[in-house]
Each structure stands twice: as structure tokens, then as C-alpha cells.
């Protein structure tokens, strides 16, 4: 079993949000309560999770080539939450995706500090 060093960890989080944001497309794609109907997705809702696709390709890309790694942590951070409040107030539901950014934000929080420890 190969065990991954933790200098690994921010680029295991960015393939991570590369997923998460695919399947919250998917997940609100298919729900019919939210976010515009059954295979529908309002204006907002696109635009917002295919800006987060993009950050999350951008931020991978970044973190493989070893650029900003001083800096994007804080960016990262921050961008995660302000998506997380995006999608919240865009979707505003029970059954939408933003408490999974939620969890994922905090879940990176959390391990990050353990790390520093």
C-alpha cells in the first residue's frame, strides 16, 4: 500500500473539488426541486458551477505545476466558502448541494490544522 506523504494533501483536496463540482452539476442537472426543474438549470446556477469548475481545474493545474504554493491556500480558503455562500443562496433548499461545500470546507479546515499540528 503506497502511503502518500502530506505535502500530497492539496492536491488530493484539488482533485477532490474537481469531483465535487461535477457531481453538484449533476446533482442539481437531475433534481427537480431545485435550481430551475427536472433537467433544467437557471441562468445563476450555471454560470456560478461552471465558475467553480473552473476554479477547481485552474487551482489542480496550479498546485501540479507548483505555482503559488505560499499563497493558494488563503485564496483557496477563501473561494471555497464564497462558492459554498453562492450556491447556498442560489439554491436554497434542503436537498441542494451547498451543505456539501460546506462539509467540504470545513473537512479541509480541519485537516489542515491536525497537519500543522
Same mark, same amino acid.
Given at each position: ?16 473539488? *474537481? ?10 442537472? *437531475? ?5 430551475? &426543474? +427536472?433537467?433544467?438549470?437557471?441562468? !445563476? ?7 467553480? +469548475? ?12 507548483? *505555482? ?12 471555497? +466558502?464564497?462558492?459554498?455562500?453562492? *450556491?447556498? !443562496? +442560489?439554491?436554497?433548499?434542503?436537498? &441542494? ?21
Amino acid at each position: 500500500m503506497k502511503v502518500h506523504p502530506f505535502s500530497d494533501l492539496d492536491l488530493d483536496i484539488a482533485r477532490t473539488r *474537481i469531483v465535487l463540482s461535477l457531481l453538484a452539476m449533476l446533482s442539481l442537472y *437531475i433534481d427537480p426541486t431545485t435550481a430551475g &426543474g +427536472l433537467f433544467h438549470l437557471t441562468f !445563476y446556477v450555471l454560470a456560478t458551477l461552471l465558475c467553480h +469548475l473552473t476554479y477547481s481545474v485552474g487551482t489542480y493545474f496550479l498546485l501540479e505545476s507548483q *505555482i503559488g504554493k505560499r499563497w493558494l491556500p488563503t485564496a483557496t480558503t477563501l473561494l471555497d +466558502l464564497f462558492f459554498a455562500m453562492a *450556491i447556498a !443562496y +442560489l439554491t436554497e433548499g434542503q436537498t &441542494g448541494p451547498s451543505y456539501v461545500f460546506s462539509c467540504s470546507r470545513l473537512s479541509r479546515s480541519a485537516c489542515a490544522q491536525r497537519c500543522v499540528q
